[in-house]
């Protein structure tokens, strides 16, 4: 009975349901649409190996290039390292002074071949204070290299091996670099000959503060290839196998790389290559402007308008800047058409010009564009070719002036720095390079002149006294 009355219920329940389902199509036939598009349920298909979506750059020969071109440098340090006796014992039985130790080190690192008659360009950091550089190529022989010539500056050193018929990587344009453009980073990290990484180019004019010489030019390319130590002075190649960069420096809280890497661009290192084959040192080009970046905080203050360029804060009365008509809140926004967004792109750009180049500045004054014509000076306002003083054979040394930022962290207002070392009596008395002069035989030193009238005036030995960069304290 239950049974009957169940199934009575179901043929109901389905009559019920088609008598709806006829009306509703007589009333809203014409109007439907079907729901579901055919097109929507296409397989999905994955991308082969074949389709242009799935197709990267090729590398190979980039990569086979560059390992033939980038040597292993392998630097010997010797100096003597000063030990001070004991001043208990010395209070009871004597001062005995102190004794010197010769202590050798061996860091090693990268570089790039740049001729086929042996001219090699690596970090001026990875060569500093070398007595002894060794270059292996990638197959393995093994050279004697000569120092033709560095610029701390720029973190940029010149190599000679006496060898023929190498290859060699071409200086690219990095100026024609753009941010996401693969790259190769080619070097030795931890020792590892001819490691080849990967990577597209983060950013551009990177300014990360780690040359501390006055004029330092920092305009880093960051790349996000892997560069490790060991890497400094290898080559950042673009997929052409062009030379676009000199790898140089990582940001790491680990001392190995955690993704930030940087290289000086080739339009610099190619600059002060030339340089110093042609005139054996670098000669560097000055605006005679002080300059800083602009941002909105800034351009509300200043009432800038338009948030572009890097503006003149100061005009050195002796510069190019004010012979050319370069005013106190000019904005430059191009240097021979090619714009300048901040200092570092500045920078770079002027460092690419000798003094006595003229080039076209693009200035933006009262909101009007205006083209203006320089005559690039030396730091003496001349366009002569200069030469880093020295006082001599005898002391071996290259000095400059304190640059602002040591003399305010070291808190002393005077001193001339050793920037190159070479056989004299320096180097056998122990200083190392980087060495900070702040007095001779007692004499109180401002600069250079000082140093030389002291040692002409010297009948015997001079007493030398100063402070290394770290700040340590010494005298020889």
Same mark, same amino acid.
């Given at each position: 009975?239950?049974?009957?009355?169940?199934?009575?219920?179901?043929?109901?329940?389905?009559?019920?349901?088609?008598?709806?389902?006829?009306?509703?199509?007589?009333?809203?036939?014409?109007?439907?649409?079907?729901?579901?598009?055919?097109?929507?349920?296409?397989?999905?298909?994955?991308?082969?190996?074949?389709?242009?979506?799935?197709?990267?750059?090729?590398?190979?020969?980039?990569?086979?290039?560059?390992?033939?071109?980038?040597?292993?440098?392998?630097?010997?340090?010797?100096?003597?390292?000063?030990?001070?006796?004991?001043?208990?014992?010395?209070?009871?039985?004597?001062?005995?002074?102190?004794?010197?130790?010769?202590?050798?080190?061996?860091?090693?690192?990268?570089?790039?071949?740049?001729?086929?008659?042996?001219?090699?360009?690596?970090?001026?950091?990875?060569?500093?204070?070398?007595?002894?550089?060794?270059?292996?190529?990638?197959?393995?022989?093994?050279?004697?290299?000569?120092?033709?010539?560095?610029?701390?500056?720029?973190?940029?050193?010149?190599?000679?091996?006496?060898?023929?018929?190498?290859?060699?990587?071409?200086?690219?344009?990095?100026?024609?670099?753009?941010?996401?453009?693969?790259?190769?980073?080619?070097?030795?990290?931890?020792?590892?000959?001819?490691?080849?990484?990967?990577?597209?180019?983060? +950013? =551009?004019?990177?300014? &990360?503060?780690? @040359?501390?010489?006055? /004029?330092?030019?920092?305009?880093?390319?960051?790349? #996000? !290839?892997?560069?490790?130590?060991?890497?400094?002075?290898?080559?950042?190649?673009?997929?052409?196998?062009?030379?676009?960069?000199?790898?140089?420096?990582?940001?790491?809280?680990?001392?190995?790389?955690?993704?930030?890497?940087?290289?000086?661009?080739?339009?610099?290192?190619?600059?002060?290559?030339?340089?110093?084959?042609?005139?054996?040192?670098?000669?560097?080009?000055?605006?005679?402007?002080?300059?800083?970046?602009?941002?909105?905080?800034? +351009? =509300?203050?200043?009432? &800038?308008?338009? @948030?572009?360029?890097? /503006?003149?804060?100061?005009?050195?009365?002796?510069? #190019? !800047?004010?012979?050319?008509?370069?005013?106190?809140?000019?904005?430059?926004?191009?240097?021979?058409?090619?714009?300048?967004?901040?200092?570092?792109?500045?920078?770079?750009?002027?460092?690419?010009?000798?003094?006595?180049?003229?080039?076209?500045?693009?200035?933006?004054?009262?909101?009007?564009?205006?083209?203006?014509?320089?005559?690039?000076?030396?730091?003496?306002?001349?366009?002569?070719?200069?030469?880093?003083?020295?006082?001599?054979?005898?002391?071996?040394?290259?000095?400059?002036?304190?640059?602002?930022?040591?003399?305010?962290?070291?808190?002393?207002?005077?001193?001339?720095?050793?920037?190159?070392?070479?056989?004299?009596?320096?180097?056998?008395?122990?200083?190392?390079?980087?060495?900070?002069?702040?007095?001779?035989?007692?004499?109180?030193?401002?600069?250079?002149?000082?140093?030389?009238?002291?040692?002409?005036?010297?009948?015997?030995?001079?007493?030398?006294?100063?402070?290394?960069?770290?700040?340590?304290?010494?005298?020889?």
């Amino acid at each position: 009975m239950k049974s009957k009355y169940l199934l009575l219920s179901i043929i109901s329940a389905v009559a019920g349901g088609l008598v709806a389902v006829y009306l509703f199509v007589a009333i809203f036939g014409d109007g439907i649409k079907p729901a579901i598009n055919a097109e929507v349920y296409q397989p999905v298909r994955l991308a082969s190996l074949n389709s242009p979506q799935s197709q990267f750059p090729d590398f190979t020969v980039a990569a086979e290039k560059s390992v033939h071109s980038v040597v292993h440098v392998k630097i010997v340090k010797k100096g003597l390292v000063q030990y001070y006796d004991n001043p208990f014992y010395n209070f009871f039985f004597g001062d005995r002074g102190y004794y010197q130790q010769e202590e050798i080190t061996v860091p090693s690192g990268s570089g790039v071949i740049v001729s086929s008659d042996g001219y090699i360009v690596t970090n001026n950091h990875v060569i500093n204070g070398a007595s002894d550089i060794e270059v292996t190529l990638n197959d393995k022989r093994t050279f004697r290299a000569k120092l033709v010539g560095a610029d701390a500056t720029t973190d940029i050193a010149l190599l000679k091996i006496d060898e023929k018929e190498l290859t060699f990587l071409s200086f690219g344009n990095s100026d024609n670099v753009k941010i996401g453009e693969w790259v190769l980073a080619v070097g030795n990290p931890f020792n590892l000959t001819s490691t080849v990484t990967a990577g597209i180019i983060s +950013a =551009k004019a990177r300014n &990360i503060n780690i @040359l501390d010489k006055q /004029y330092a030019i920092e305009s880093f390319i960051q790349p #996000a !290839a892997v560069v490790n130590p060991g890497n400094s002075g290898g080559a950042l190649v673009n997929t052409n196998g062009e030379l676009i960069g000199i790898n140089t420096a990582i940001a790491s809280p680990t001392g190995s790389y955690t993704g930030y890497s940087f290289a000086i661009p080739s339009s610099i290192a190619k600059k002060i290559v030339s340089d110093i084959i042609e005139f054996g040192e670098v000669q560097r080009a000055y605006l005679g402007v002080a300059i800083q970046d602009i941002n909105s905080e800034f +351009a =509300k203050e200043a009432k &800038i308008q338009r @948030l572009e360029g890097v /503006y003149v804060s100061g005009i050195s009365e002796t510069g #190019a !800047a004010k012979d050319a008509g370069i005013n106190v809140g000019d904005i430059i926004i191009a240097i021979n058409n090619f714009e300048v967004k901040k200092v570092a792109q500045l920078q770079e750009q002027v460092s690419k010009y000798r003094p006595g180049d003229e080039i076209n500045i693009t200035i933006l004054r009262n909101n009007s564009d205006k083209k203006l014509l320089i005559t690039l000076l030396n730091k003496n306002g001349t366009t002569s070719v200069i030469k880093t003083e020295s006082v001599g054979t005898v002391l071996g040394a290259r000095f400059e002036p304190m640059s602002e930022n040591l003399k305010i962290r070291l808190r002393i207002p005077f001193g001339v720095q050793i920037v190159a070392l070479g056989e004299g009596k320096l180097k056998k008395a122990g200083v190392k390079e980087g060495f900070i002069i702040t007095h001779v035989n007692r004499e109180r030193i401002e600069n250079m002149d000082d140093i030389k009238r002291i040692v002409k005036n010297s009948n015997g030995g001079l007493l030398i006294e100063g402070i290394y960069p770290n700040g340590i304290s010494a005298y020889y």
